[in-house]
């Protein structure tokens, strides 16, 4: 059998077998074992350089069983901006775009949960807390959703606008768009970054304006998500990727760091969406749906 050249540095290694010293069932002599211990380490990254890093866990939004989640409901304040009508970007992946194994994107198309392109034309962003491109299409049904955004945050947010345009989202361009989106993650404060695509409709059927910051302008503004919405929750271990459509069909790939996440089913009239939500954000924003405040490792686990 033939092998690897850099291999040849490790031929006889063996793990370390720690010796029992005599007279005592408890006592371990490891000053033997040191050399080989060393020896193993470094065929251990070895091998690692060698053959890549582990592949992570991928789950989908089939792969959870729905009915074990405990039943939620989201009190998070969220800034929504309508995608104006405008000519908009192809909707691919932008240059140095990977996939999870590290892999090239560059180029390819924003799919759905089908494996579908999206559309052709409307903004791509880049979503800070789930560190994943997503799309919108710019067809005059699309939105953006900030989440959560206090109502100081908000109101720099519409100023910024007003700047741009007098007041009316409809008339910013791509490039404004984009601007706004990173005036929101840079310039007003705002801690932990977390936006993502969904519709006018969505935001119509499941999310009410707040009062004291209404803008006048539809699906425009500081909202709050229905309360007789009820969610579906469970938790997930980590590593691991979330890999699930979110608003208007698009596969998101989200990221379950070491510490885990949380998965969520939101009801969208006959159908669901679904997200991963941090600990810390689920904790935050979400209670049961009595009231009671969520404790996250109390929830139903995700069992793979």
């Given at each position: 059998?033939?092998?690897?050249?850099?291999?040849?540095?490790?031929?006889?290694?063996?793990?370390?077998?720690?010796?029992?010293?005599?007279?005592?069932?408890?006592?371990?002599?490891?000053?033997?074992?040191?050399?080989?211990?060393?020896?193993?380490?470094?065929?251990?990254?070895?091998?690692?350089?060698?053959?890549?890093?582990?592949?992570?866990?991928?789950?989908?939004?089939?792969?959870?069983?729905?009915?074990?989640?405990?039943?939620?409901?989201?009190?998070?304040?969220?800034?929504?901006?309508?995608?104006?009508?405008?000519?908009?970007?192809?909707?691919?992946?932008?240059e140095g775009a990977k996939d999870k194994?590290?892999?090239?994107?560059?180029?390819?198309?924003?799919?759905?949960?089908?494996?579908?392109?999206?559309?052709?034309?409307?903004?791509?962003?880049?979503?800070?807390?789930?560190?994943?491109?997503?799309?919108?299409?710019?067809?005059?049904?699309?939105?953006?959703?900030?989440?959560?955004?206090?109502?100081?945050?908000?109101?720099?947010?519409?100023?910024?606008?007003?700047?741009?345009?007098?007041?009316?989202?409809?008339?910013?361009?791509?490039?404004?768009?984009?601007?706004?989106?990173?005036?929101?993650?840079?310039?007003?404060g705002w801690e932990k970054p977390d936006?993502?695509?969904?519709?006018?409709?969505?935001?119509?059927?499941?999310?009410?304006?707040?009062?004291?910051?209404?803008?006048?302008?539809?699906?425009?503004?500081?909202?709050?998500?229905?309360?007789?919405?009820?969610?579906?929750?469970?938790?997930?271990?980590?590593?691991?990727?979330?890999?699930?459509?979110?608003?208007?069909?698009?596969?998101?790939?989200?990221?379950?760091?070491?510490?885990?996440?949380?998965?969520?089913?939101?009801?969208?009239?006959?159908?669901?969406?679904?997200?991963?939500?941090?600990?810390?954000?689920?904790?935050?924003?979400?209670?049961?749906?009595?009231?009671?405040?969520?404790?996250?490792?109390?929830?139903?686990?995700?069992?793979?």
């Amino acid at each position: 059998m033939q092998i690897h050249p850099q291999l040849s540095q490790f031929r006889g290694t063996t793990l370390p077998r720690p010796a029992i010293q005599s007279g005592s069932k408890d006592s371990v002599d490891l000053s033997g074992a040191q050399g080989n211990l060393e020896q193993t380490k470094g065929l251990g990254s070895f091998l690692t350089r060698l053959c890549g890093t582990p592949p992570v866990a991928v789950i989908t939004a089939q792969d959870v069983n729905w009915d074990k989640g405990a039943e939620v409901v989201s009190n998070a304040q969220k800034f929504v901006i309508p995608v104006p009508q405008f000519e908009g970007e192809a909707l691919v992946y932008p240059e140095g775009a990977k996939d999870k194994d590290g892999k090239s994107i560059a180029g390819n198309p924003i799919v759905d949960w089908q494996g579908q392109p999206i559309g052709e034309k409307g903004v791509v962003f880049f979503n800070p807390k789930d560190q994943a491109w997503q799309a919108v299409k710019s067809d005059g049904q699309g939105v953006v959703i900030l989440n959560q955004v206090t109502e100081p945050q908000g109101q720099k947010l519409i100023a910024k606008i007003k700047d741009l345009t007098g007041g009316d989202p409809s008339l910013l361009s791509l490039d404004q768009f984009k601007d706004v989106l990173s005036f929101a993650s840079s310039e007003v404060g705002w801690e932990k970054p977390d936006m993502y695509n969904s519709d006018r409709d969505f935001i119509k059927k499941k999310m009410n304006a707040l009062e004291a910051s209404d803008t006048g302008i539809p699906q425009f503004g500081l909202f709050r998500r229905d309360d007789r919405d009820v969610c579906k929750a469970l938790l997930a271990e980590g590593p691991a990727e979330f890999q699930a459509p979110t608003s208007g069909g698009v596969m998101v790939k989200q990221p379950i760091g070491e510490e885990g996440g949380v998965l969520v089913r939101q009801p969208d009239g006959k159908a669901f969406l679904f997200r991963k939500i941090d600990i810390e954000a689920m904790q935050e924003t979400y209670t049961h749906k009595d009231g009671r405040k969520l404790t996250v490792s109390e929830l139903p686990k995700h069992e793979a």
